[in-house]
Antibody
Framework: EVQLVQSGTEVKKPEESLKISCTAS????????IGWVRQMPGKGLEWMGI????????KYSPSFQGQVTISADKSITTAYLQWSSLKASDTAMYYC?????????????WGHGTLVTVSS | EIVLTQSPGSLSLSPGERVTLSCRAS???????LAWYQQKPGQAPRLLIY???SRPTGIPDRFSGSGSGTDFTLTIRRLEPEDFAVYYC????????FGQGTKVEIK
């Protein structure tokens, strides 16, 4: 069974850094794209970017390029989303999700989400 | 960058009714790379349709997808109480994006 387990709720202050995680199990982590999706309070889904853990090829939405960093550690089958300097507007639920095929595919398995609150 | 526009923004329906949701792309996209998701309050999204018309294992056959080019639809043949949710389309080619969502509410 494919499982994506995300790290817990975070409460941070503006300008702080943050790295949230998504630990995968039940499949070959190296051969499926895994991505991050933002959902701001009461709003829709926003595609942030994806990474192919096998070779760390990473693609970002233009809206998020330079704002976040997506990475992966194959040795512990974990993907990460990090910020170097948080803003209040980063307050949102963040989901990781696996793409179902070896190429570009729909997200067939999702984590439960990590709630990030940024407030002074 | 491809923009997906969903319509309507919301609709109120009764159980048993048929519903058709629209997703229009700003430029032609391959149907291979079009998906639909369902999201209920407090839950992660769930994949309903991929490749514009294929259902993953476990998705009821009352859900169907169709379309090509710039116009795609998700049809729910007979609404069940558990189908009241927000529905999103997604393009997942080399550039990826979601539509803004359609909320299906109980009338």
């Amino acid at each position: 069974e494919v499982q994506l387990v995300q790290s817990g709720t975070e409460v941070k202050k503006p300008e702080e850094s943050l790295k949230i995680s998504c630990t995968a199990s039940g499949y070959n982590f190296n051969t499926y794209w895994i991505g991050w999706v933002r959902q701001m309070p009461g709003k829709g889904l926003e595609w942030m970017g994806i990474i192919y853990p096998g070779d760390s090829d990473t693609k970002y939405s233009p809206s998020f390029q330079g704002q976040v960093t997506i990475s992966a550690d194959k040795s512990i089958t974990t993907a990460y989303l990090q910020w170097s300097s948080l803003k209040a507007s980063d307050t949102a639920m963040y989901y990781c999700a696996r793409q179902r095929g070896s190429g570009y595919s729909a997200f067939d398995s999702w984590g439960h989400g990590t709630l990030v609150t940024v407030s002074s | 960058e491809i923009v997906l526009t969903q319509s309507p923004g919301s609709l109120s329906l009764s159980p048993g009714e048929r519903v058709t949701l629209s997703c229009r792309a700003s430029q032609s996209v391959s149907s291979t790379y079009l998906a639909w998701y369902q999201q209920k309050p407090g839950q992660a999204p769930r994949l309903l349709i991929y490749g514009a018309s294929s259902r993953p294992t476990g998705i009821p056959d009352r859900f169907s997808g169709s379309g090509s080019g710039t116009d795609f639809t998700l049809t729910i043949r007979r609404l069940e109480p558990e189908d009241f949710a927000v529905y999103y389309c997604q393009h997942y080619g080399s550039s990826q994006t979601f539509g803004q969502g359609t909320k299906v509410e109980i009338k």
